[in-house]
């Protein structure tokens, strides 16, 4: 009773809001969104949650020094400049002295004097030193090692206080790195980097980010009501614009999001198909027609055959050479909707460096060869090796969320016609995929690889960090070899060290680039998906219904 009471509270205060000003369908603003969170969010603290759900929440209740706009350009937004020293080493952040935090303290919607403060240098200083602090185990802490100090507070156990982030003044950052990082920036626009203020976190008692009463909002809106019964139905949780942080330099079009928190992709697309929601994300897209819709497609994801490693046949480098050889890329059927591009590299086109495609910049044709009287002869030498004269019959493990049977056809069929053992393909929910391939219950998968944000280093780090990925790289440290680049091309150079090695192991075969999708109203404008993260940013959406 109570929660039908305070969703009838949102529908009257909606109400009377809308009639006072709404004028979305002019200029596009003022709308209150309604939009889906697949999955209750399992934390709404920047520093540590890492599942689309929050990263979607988290993307509209803060902001941080800097930001990637639309075109993958890393500019200012908390920050009103920086400064790097000559030898690339030391960052200093000028904040803007106009960003704020907002705390309901008396839930009334009414922003007075003493419910919001400015965001000061050390709320960022805590939130770095949070997130190398080993007691935290945050999924970011390696992707800040970068930092002078951080690995030792990382993995000696030193005080968080010795790594070299200092604030001088309020409203000045510095940051100490070990080498000259040429990405450093693209990760101070990372989540993981957004302020957190130490009193308001140590009066949270352990509940930083967990209810709608343990999160303040510095970015464009607050959290209202986050209500969630995992037994019941009616989910929600509920912003509204933070009007403090709400100015000419600081755009905020929307007035509210409304997120309704469902269990499924399945319970998403109902909604959809209802009109109940105005937008979602997905991996397949088949089912809607651009014509009625707004579709965007973002290549974010690379699907490439993996072998499992104690595997007595595909453990056998000649084996697994032999069947990366005789896979003709060009001829590589494609599907009819560009859901699939072929793969002749391992980071995807969405990965961004300096606004560009990393794709437009590397030509990916140099990593791969076509040779089908090599790969016979590998293959000879592997049955030689082996002790055997043919193969058993062999099942690729499919996760059926990101590809259908289909998309292998060809590849199976060379396969088969060269070396003349029995292929066949095993679809899979994504659960028993991954289940599976953590246990090795597998010879041969088709897996997706997607790094957790868009750049080359993330991509790479799954080769580091995943089991079924492992042994792809000679140096098990080239992830960390990338944060010392100190230049544009020194960084394309390591990139593309990097993909020559994990290709010539043959523990991995690209073969697709795979979209993820968002879908839209068409009257929607300005709603921006973030693949990597699963994020949808909201703050400067327009609406003209």
């Known amino acids: 009773m109570k929660k039908i009471a305070f969703l009838l509270s949102i529908l009257i205060f909606t109400s009377a809001v809308v009639s006072c000003g709404d004028d979305s369908g002019a200029s596009g603003t003022g709308h209150m969104y309604n939009a889906p969170l697949q999955g209750n969010p399992e934390s709404l603290d920047p520093q540590f949650a890492d599942d689309p759900s929050s990263n979607t929440v988290i993307k509209n209740l803060?902001?941080?020094?800097?930001?990637?706009?639309s075109s993958g350009n890393v500019v200012c937004c908390n920050a009103e400049n920086y400064t790097v020293s000559d030898n690339g080493t030391i960052y200093t952040f000028k904040l803007k002295e106009d960003n704020f935090w907002f705390f309901d303290e008396n839930d009334d919607d009414v922003i007075t004097e003493d419910e919001y403060f400015p965001v000061t240098a050390k709320d960022y200083v805590f939130a770095l030193q949070r997130v190398l602090d080993p007691k935290m185990q945050s999924p970011y802490a390696k992707d800040f090692m970068c930092i002078m100090g951080a690995s030792s507070v990382i993995y000696n156990g030193s005080p968080v206080t010795s790594a070299e982030i200092y604030a001088p003044d309020d409203y000045t950052l510095m940051i100490v790195l070990e080498n000259p990082n040429t990405e450093f920036l693209s990760l101070m626009a990372s989540a993981a980097s957004y302020p957190c203020n130490e009193e308001f976190f140590n009066n949270t008692k352990g509940r930083y980010g967990l209810d709608d009463r343990s999160v303040m909002s510095n970015g464009a809106f607050y959290v209202r009501k986050w209500f969630y019964d995992p037994y019941g139905n009616n989910n929600i949780l509920y912003m509204k614009r933070n009007d403090a942080n709400w100015s000419e330099t600081f755009d905020i079009n929307p007035s509210f999001l409304s997120f309704n928190i469902e269990k499924n992709e399945d319970a998403v697309r109902d909604l959809f198909k209802k009109d109940e929601i105005e937008c979602f994300t997905t991996l397949n897209s088949n089912l809607y027609n651009s014509g009625k819709y707004s579709i965007t497609g973002i290549s974010a994801a690379t699907l490439g055959i993996v072998f499992n490693q104690d595997d007595k046949y595909f453990s056998n480098g000649n084996m697994r050479k032999a069947m990366a050889l005789s896979v003709d890329r060009d001829s590589l059927q494609q599907d009819s909707n560009g859901d699939f591009q072929t793969a002749y590299g391992i980071i995807p086109p969405a990965v961004k460096l300096h606004g560009r495609s990393y794709r437009e910049l590397v030509s990916e044709r140099q990593f791969t060869s076509y040779n089908e009287e090599e790969a016979l002869n590998c293959y000879e030498t592997?049955?030689?090796?082996?002790?055997?004269?043919?193969?058993?019959?062999?099942?690729?493990?499919?996760?059926a969320e990101y590809a259908g049977s289909g998309c292998l056809n060809d590849v199976i069929g060379k396969w088969q016609e060269l070396f003349g053992f029995h292929i066949s393909i095993e679809d899979v929910m994504a659960d028993e995929f991954y289940q599976r391939i953590?246990?090795?219950?597998?010879?041969?998968?088709?897996?997706?690889?997607?790094?957790?944000s868009a750049v080359g280093r993330s991509v790479i780090q799954q080769f580091e960090n995943i089991s079924c990925l492992k042994n792809t790289l000679s140096d098990g440290k080239i992830s960390a070899k990338l944060m010392s680049c100190s230049s544009?091309?020194?960084?394309?150079e390591s990139y593309t060290s990097a993909e020559n090695q994990i290709i010539d192991s043959y523990w991995f075969i690209p073969l697709f680039y795979k979209n993820s999708y968002f879908i839209a109203y068409k009257e929607n404008e300005q709603i921006f998906y973030d693949p990597f993260t699963g994020a949808v940013d909201y703050r400067l959406a327009l609406n003209y219904d």
């Open 488 to 492: 544009v091309n020194e960084l394309i």
């Open 438 to 452: 953590s246990e090795g219950d597998y010879s041969i998968a088709l897996y997706p690889v997607k790094g957790t």
């Open 62 to 69: 803060y902001s941080g020094l800097m930001q990637i706009d």
């Open 382 to 399: 592997a049955k030689k090796e082996l002790k055997v004269t043919s193969l058993e019959p062999v099942n690729i493990l499919v996760n």
